[in-house]
DNA sequence: ATTAGCAGTCTCGTGTTGAGAGTGCTAAAT
DNA sequence: ATTTAGCACTCTCAACACGAGACTGCTAAT
């Protein structure tokens, strides 16, 4: 790809902010006038064309004005766009919101959706905690029911997982925290792959029942979701023309509807990468064939070095990227800051 | 309002049935060739503007055919609609999915609402567990990190509350059973009411700091929904010819995004009705001017007389009510029962 | 290298027209 | 007194035509 003049990038920037504005394709008569280039028409005509030939821009018919293409977007995102931060008031504003929420990571990372679709007027997701290597911390038995039992299991992440077992009789509250007592003594701080470890001598008793469930539950808490992807803002993207469609419109809801889908796609973009940045995915890419009209901004939210979950948002290609990967890095960087303070205080 | 004769009844059943298939105006030849009517098309134009005078019909333009009114859906609803089952094949196999799932009353709801979305084939929401006058049964402190503590607090009804908390000063586990074990003797079985009477000579030292913020949010306990409200199959609605302009559509999103919107339709309307039925709303009933265009078909479950939180879904005026209303029926019957069992067990 | 000027192309809104669908009414039939 | 056949009438909708307007691409001049 040979590289572009100082001018073709200019236009090329233009153009692609004010289509994302107007959403209309953009002529050369209006980059003209609109910013006051000291050029004329016909120059930016001509440098257009150039910018087309590259593969940047696209002519919806022969004499209309134009529209980036995923490439032209690309190469905006990553060369031209510059960095915005957000307003120190905005950002003053949404950490109030943080302070003055419950301290639990689960109301956070709801909030975080709100929030980040309210600033970023598109569609947000947030998956909710999940860690690779978690240690377990401590577990409790908490009898609700006749043979119902409640167990819940804190990780050292902070991340808790609940569950309601049935047992083949009844115990009672003593009994069963006496059972708790003894497994977080033997579990104590240890991993998942530690945990299968433990070769325990079971003898055929209640005890034994319980604690077998109690280390598979464990052993599996990995895989099982801690909860749902939070979602939120959906009703923003329907005022985008783009969605005048019904039937694109349909199926960006379906893509919002397949939790699966969302957490695989966040999951694997950001644990894989060893960018903790904020990461921009044009049209899918080439690789997420139902994500050809849509855009998503990503980043990862964890503690230190370790990456617990991810947030986003998702909108369509002429979305408002700068905007975007401001609001989705502030308020990745924010749980971030809040879940390290809350692991270390 | 005068009584319809049979045969009004009759055109009033096929016309509503038929433009709930269609969504297009029915005309009178339609009805006759269709239903193999044994009268002839002038007879049932006759008839439709009867129906027409009585306000169950509209006609979209002078020369075009008839649509229902809202009074008109009412009246099919009530009175002609007739009460179908879910078939037993379709029955068993909602049953084997809620069997196979897990001990546990959220995972219920969240699979209630894929069922009824996916068998409705319109959006479905399930409120959350939350009981009026559930009492306070069993409660643990877990320490997590530092000087936060997570509570935990188990109400009679099965409804399960999870907070963290900040304390202070620093609390070993130990320490927290301590005071967790007299808050238990204190409150058990308790409901906020009598929590509010107890007035407790506290000493000033931090088991009275903790003592106080558990019990303040025992009290609240019923305020904070202790969870979000479930919802599916939005994109199914999408599908409806109705929600082609975008301006409907995104006025049935913003009702669906509204959580405490919908939360507190679902409970005034089942909460303050002791008709443990199913209720149909259409178009709002001139009381909730959002849903001018929506219908919802709505059922309380809970164990015994106690309602403990709503099951619906919520369509296009158009939708199948017959369908809806069996699958709603028999979603809240089967919670209801898992929930009682799991009471009583 | 840039630009003014202009012919050429395509969209889009508007207006027209005719076919088709469906009704309401009237008068005849049952 | 109902019911129905027949028919004039109304309204929508798709198809087509047409002209204005918006931009471009090209060429020739600067």
Do not use: C
Request: charged fraction near 25%.
């Amino acid at each position: 790809m040979p590289g572009l003049t100082e001018r073709q990038k200019l236009v090329l920037a233009l153009l692609v902010r004010d289509y994302i504005e107007t959403a209309e394709p953009i002529s050369s008569g209006r980059l003209v006038s609109n910013y006051k280039l000291e050029i004329s028409s016909a120059t930016v005509r001509n440098e257009m064309a150039v910018l087309e030939q590259n593969g940047f821009l696209f002519q919806p018919y022969t004499s209309a004005g134009r529209v980036p293409t995923k490439p032209g977007y690309r190469y905006y995102v990553q060369r031209l766009m510059g960095e915005d931060q957000l307003p120190t008031h905005v950002q003053e504003m949404i950490r109030h919101q943080f302070y003055q929420a419950r301290h639990d990571v689960d109301d956070w990372l709801s909030l975080s959706a709100s929030v980040l679709a309210q600033h970023s007027q598109v569609a947000a997701i947030v998956t909710p905690l999940h860690t690779e290597k978690a240690r377990f911390k401590h577990l409790a038995l908490l009898s609700t029911r006749g043979r119902q039992v409640l167990l819940v299991i804190i990780l050292d992440s902070g991340e808790v997982h609940q569950q309601t077992l049935v047992l083949e009789e009844s115990l009672d509250q003593d009994q069963l925290t006496g059972i708790a007592l003894q497994i977080n003594q033997l579990a104590e701080d240890r991993n998942a792959e530690e945990l299968e470890k433990l070769d325990l001598d079971l003898e055929i008793s209640p005890l034994a029942e319980i604690l077998e469930i109690i280390l598979q539950t464990i052993k599996n808490s990995e895989v099982i979701s801690s909860g749902d992807v939070y979602r939120d803002g959906l009703a923003n993207m329907l005022s985008e023309p783009e969605f005048s469609e019904p039937e694109k419109a349909k199926q960006t809801l379906e893509i919002f509807e397949d939790h699966v889908m969302l957490d695989d796609l966040l999951s694997r973009t950001l644990f894989e990468s060893d960018n903790r940045g904020v990461h921009v995915i044009i049209g899918g890419e080439d690789t997420w064939d139902q994500l050809k009209e849509t855009s998503l901004i990503l980043a990862s939210y964890g503690a230190k070095d370790r990456v617990m979950g991810a947030v986003g948002i998702l909108g369509p290609l002429r979305m408002s990227y700068s905007r975007g990967v401001s609001t989705v890095r502030f308020v990745s960087d924010l749980i971030s800051e809040l879940i390290s303070e809350s692991m270390s205080s």
